[in-house]
Nanobody
Framework: QLQLVESGGGLVQPGGSLRLSCAASGFTMDYYAIGWFRQAPGKEREGVSVISSNGGTTYYADSVKGQVTISRDNAKNTVYLQMNSLKPEDTAVYYC???????????????????WGQGTQVTVSS
């Protein structure tokens, strides 16, 4: 059964860091672009970052550029999201998602995802 499982969320103080993980099971990530999304209470889901199938191309939302770094280890079937300098407005449920896409990222990086994880809560508060 194809599954994505996020982990690494939690409560962190403003200015702190977290590293989220997205582990895949039931399929190999080698042919999938992986995206991270988040949804804050009362807000629509928004894209955070995307990485191409071989890790050669990454994309970041303007709101997180310079703050987060996406990476992947296909040997471990895992994608990571390193988040630094966290702010209260980063509080949200963070989801990873996968879509079949081989090659450099192009337009529509936020669209077309077939598989989603259950999400991990990130709370930034003092």
């Amino acid at each position: 059964q194809l599954q994505l499982v996020e982990s690494g969320g939690g409560l962190v103080q403003p200015g702190g860091s977290l590293r989220l993980s997205c582990a895949a099971s039931g399929f190999t990530m080698d042919y999938y672009a992986i995206g991270w999304f988040r949804q804050a209470p009362g807000k629509e889901r928004e894209g955070v970052s995307v990485i191409s199938s071989n890790g050669g191309t990454t994309y970041y939302a303007d709101s997180v550029k310079g703050q987060v770094t996406i990476s992947r280890d296909n040997a471990k079937n895992t994608v990571y999201l390193q988040m630094n300098s966290l702010k209260p407005e980063d509080t949200a449920v963070y989801y990873c998602a996968a879509k079949v896409y081989v090659g450099p990222l192009s337009s529509a990086v936020w669209d077309g995802y077939d598989y989603w994880g259950q999400g991990t809560q990130v709370t930034v508060s003092s």
